[in-house]
């Protein structure tokens, strides 16, 4: 399955405006000038932030941060492939998203997927520098309301043909910096009852995806914390 990453979405960040007092007027002798108020300083925007992808793979999640009964899948996703289709427009970002590799927009991208079996379920973790948080929460949006914007998917199975698979969101882990998550179900085809979740979450100027395909349900809550601790402290992020 292709990764989804950034998988969305995000991070906000909230800048400080340096707010000004208005000054009060004192009593003047007549030909005194009164003193002028204090007027607000903008708030400067963070320089981007530049992720080498060395760096980023020191903040991903290895084999020895996972539970026992895990290992890792070492199969390079088919950047050409586009698994996901949509027959309606209203779709067309969501699928964009889902057949997608890497953010849109990303300056340096890593990825790990780690599996508990032949029937999964399947951990994907990914990493996107996107340069500043701004960036971060843009997309995170983007991610949102093309989720929010489609109800149901169609992924195609080499050799199986076509399964529906339905769109929502759902609560996401409290992790990392304005999580969004959302769930495809598959609903009808050769996959029916196939789940993936997904959430995509804000580590300063980088979005953290964690994507588990296969699963019982309980894995994204736990993942996502693990991964979210582990590259706040690599990335050395507050």
Do not use: H, W
């Amino acid at each position: 399955m292709t990764r989804y990453l950034a998988l969305a979405a995000a991070l906000a960040l909230s800048l400080t405006a340096c707010g000004g007092e208005d000054s009060k007027d004192t009593a003047q002798p007549p030909a005194a000038t009164p003193p002028p108020s204090a007027t607000p300083t903008p708030s400067t925007p963070a320089a981007p932030v530049t992720r080498t992808t060395t760096e980023l793979t020191g903040a991903l999640l290895e084999l020895a941060d996972l539970p026992s009964g895990f290992a890792e899948d070492n199969e390079e996703a088919d950047e050409d492939a586009k698994p996901f289709s949509a027959p309606t427009s209203r779709c067309k970002a969501l699928v964009k998203y889902l057949n997608a590799t890497k953010a849109p927009g990303a300056k340096a991208s890593v990825s790990r997927t780690f599996t508990g079996g032949q029937e999964g379920p399947y951990i994907d973790y990914g990493l996107d520098s996107m340069g500043t948080a701004e960036e971060v929460a843009d997309l995170r949006d983007d991610y949102a309301e093309a989720v929010d914007s489609c109800t149901k998917v169609t992924l195609k199975t080499e050799g199986a043909g076509n399964t529906t698979m339905k769109v929502e969101e759902i609560t996401a882990p409290e992790y990392g910096s304005k999580p969004f998550a959302f769930r495809l179900t598959g609903t009808s085809g050769p996959k029916r009852g196939l789940e993936y979740a997904a959430v995509v979450t804000g580590v300063g100027d980088v979005i953290l995806s964690v994507g588990v395909l296969a699963g019982q349900g309980t894995e994204l809550d736990p993942a996502t914390e693990t991964a979210v601790v582990k590259a706040r402290e690599v990335l050395k992020i507050a």
